[in-house]
């Protein structure tokens, strides 16, 4: 078995399992957690063949090294959590329709298999599931306070082996400087 975690807090039980056979602790310690995330692998039928899996190797990988939908589903029955949620397996359309008819045969509690950045609003009185709205393409957020300009450095902050290994291309970077300078009115120089 590998690590698993409960945090209370406030009131609250999250409980997240890291790669696991089902187990007793589990059940023991998770019982009514507000959030349970376990992970969950494929129906082992599924499982070999998605993974080109030998059917032995489908089943051991599957159900002894770690837990599939109908095991991971009976956990949930048996620790009744307020949100039970499935991760670690490739949550594509071919795979999904299986986790999810493989886990209601035997629990019928609220169930949520995410994709990345899925996020979860956890209160005494809900338990909101939503994606969320990223953009991976964006900048630092603008200062919150005013910027203290720096000093520029009379010494390296690396050790001189580093120093002496960097390429300075003083042809390439003086002009990036002269411009700085030119447009921001300055005469920064060159450390």
Known sequence: MRTSYIL??????????????????????????????HEVFPPPLLFKEI???TPLEALIVGTVAHTSAAQFGKLMSLTKPRMAVGYHFQNDF??????????RKVYDGPLVFPQDYTVFNITKESIRVRESAIDEDVY??????????????????FSSFITKGIERFPE???PLWDEMNEAEGTNFKQP
Do not use: C
């Open 8 to 37: 209370e807090w406030n009131g609250l039980k999250f409980s997240y399992s890291s790669d696991t056979a089902p187990n007793r602790w589990w059940i023991e310690y998770t019982k009514n957690s507000d959030i349970s995330i």
């Open 94 to 103: 071919n795979v999904l329709p299986a986790m999810i008819e493989a886990t």
């Open 51 to 53: 993974m080109n899996f």
């Open 140 to 157: 630092a957020q603008e200062a919150l306070v005013p910027k203290i300009t720096p000093e520029p450095p009379t010494e390296s902050a």
């Open 172 to 174: 390439i970077v003086g």
